[in-house]
């Protein structure tokens, strides 16, 4: 099971880096080519806007697996490591709830406005908004994980 869910991380992160580095490429691409050649193409631009959505909400997992979300440790660190698994815990819970209000609320956002047609890409806007409650949906599964591994260890929920 240990090893399933390794892969699963390196594939979540490899989804999220790879995505990152199309990014950069095309953004480089679209700028040369604007600035030194007077091309654009509104379906790249729109590309790119949608893939930096997707980055941006496809990480936030990541951050959650990796401990990465705003902490402040100068307090955390001098309890004992019984009140930390508690805490932990109770930090997970919270964040499972944000993280439902917003993965139902752009679930219900992606419903109301997905039948829109975008202009660049010619495609059903539900797909560039779908990004939102299913990386809302993983992030959830981050956090019931972080929980879990809470419970059997404080040493190992860092």
């Given at each position: 099971m240990k090893r399933v869910s390794q892969i699963a991380v390196k594939v979540y992160m490899g989804v999220g880096a790879a995505a990152?580095?199309?990014?950069?490429?095309?953004?480089?691409?679209?700028?040369?080519?604007?600035?030194?050649?007077?091309?654009?193409?509104?379906?790249?631009?729109?590309?790119?806007?949608?893939?930096?959505?997707?980055?941006?909400?496809?990480?936030?997992?990541?951050?959650?697996?990796?401990?990465?979300?705003?902490?402040?440790?100068?307090?955390?660190?001098?309890?004992?490591?019984?009140?930390?698994?508690?805490?932990?815990?109770?930090?997970?819970?919270?964040?499972?709830?944000?993280?439902?209000v917003f993965t139902w609320y752009s679930w219900l956002y992606a419903l109301k406005m997905g039948g829109q047609i975008s202009q660049g890409m010619e495609i059903p806007m539900v797909y560039m908004y779908g990004i939102m409650p299913l990386s809302g949906v993983i992030c959830a599964l981050c956090i019931l994980i972080k929980i879990a591994s809470a419970f059997r260890s404080p040493e190992a929920a860092n």
């Amino acid at each position: 099971m240990k090893r399933v869910s390794q892969i699963a991380v390196k594939v979540y992160m490899g989804v999220g880096a790879a995505a990152m580095g199309l990014l950069a490429v095309l953004v480089i691409f679209t700028v040369i080519m604007r600035y030194c050649f007077s091309l654009s193409w509104k379906s790249v631009s729109e590309f790119n806007v949608t893939l930096f959505a997707f980055t941006t909400f496809w990480s936030m997992g990541l951050n959650v697996l990796r401990d990465e979300h705003v902490s402040i440790n100068i307090l955390f660190d001098r309890f004992s490591p019984a009140f930390k698994r508690w805490f932990r815990v109770l930090n997970g819970l919270i964040m499972l709830v944000v993280d439902g209000v917003f993965t139902w609320y752009s679930w219900l956002y992606a419903l109301k406005m997905g039948g829109q047609i975008s202009q660049g890409m010619e495609i059903p806007m539900v797909y560039m908004y779908g990004i939102m409650p299913l990386s809302g949906v993983i992030c959830a599964l981050c956090i019931l994980i972080k929980i879990a591994s809470a419970f059997r260890s404080p040493e190992a929920a860092n």
